[in-house]
């Protein structure tokens, strides 16, 4: 029974561990956010966006839905409210 609890435990607790070490990829930000592209122009989120720890892009949504995804090179700082 003390075996099952304890697998039962790592089970449940597995999604945390993974959180807070570097194997999960994506950060999820609460939006609206306001994406600076390296032009000087500026992209506004209209919901949460994620972004990739280690290729650092961005993905987004537009007001229509869309997906859309903004990398490193091509933005140059973002904000969120």
């Given at each position: 029974?003390?075996?099952?609890?304890?697998?039962?435990?790592?089970?449940l607790s597995g999604c945390s561990?993974?959180?807070?070490?570097?194997?999960?990829?994506?950060?999820?930000?609460?939006?609206?956010?306001?994406?600076?592209l390296t032009s000087g122009a500026?992209?506004?989120?209209?919901?949460?966006?994620?972004?990739?720890?280690?290729?650092?892009?961005?993905?987004?949504?537009?007001?229509?839905?869309?997906?859309?995804?903004?990398?490193?090179?091509?933005?140059s700082n973002y904000s969120c409210?």
């Amino acid at each position: 029974m003390k075996k099952i609890l304890s697998v039962v435990f790592l089970l449940l607790s597995g999604c945390s561990l993974f959180e807070e070490t570097k194997l999960v990829d994506i950060v999820e930000i609460e939006g609206p956010c306001t994406i600076i592209l390296t032009s000087g122009a500026s992209i506004v989120s209209y919901g949460n966006m994620e972004i990739s720890r280690r290729t650092q892009a961005i993905t987004y949504r537009d007001e229509n839905g869309k997906l859309w995804s903004v990398f490193k090179d091509d933005y140059s700082n973002y904000s969120c409210e």
